[in-house]
């Protein structure tokens, strides 16, 4: 396991510490879940764009075209307002 230390302002390690006691955790524990939750956000990201690269418009539109155009379901409708 690795230290590092982080400089953040008084208000809020205040805001931090009353959220990871809410939790039921330390302020170690929050900021790596929290740590976690960005890493995988961006990997996401980055994976999504990666994929986007292999698609292909002209198959997206050939798939597209084989959807017949009818009416949906009833339970399957947008409600109006």
Known sequence: MSIVQV?????L???LSELA???????????SSAVAEKLSALMTE??????AKRGSR?????????VPDIEPEPYDRIPTI
Do not use: C, V, W
């Open 7 to 11: 400089q953040i302002p008084d208000s």
């Open 13 to 15: 390690h205040k805001s």
């Open 21 to 31: 006691s809410r939790d039921g955790i330390s302020i170690d524990q929050f900021i």
């Open 46 to 51: 980055n994976y999504l764009q990666e994929r």
């Open 58 to 66: 002209l198959k997206y539109e050939a798939i597209l075209s084989k």
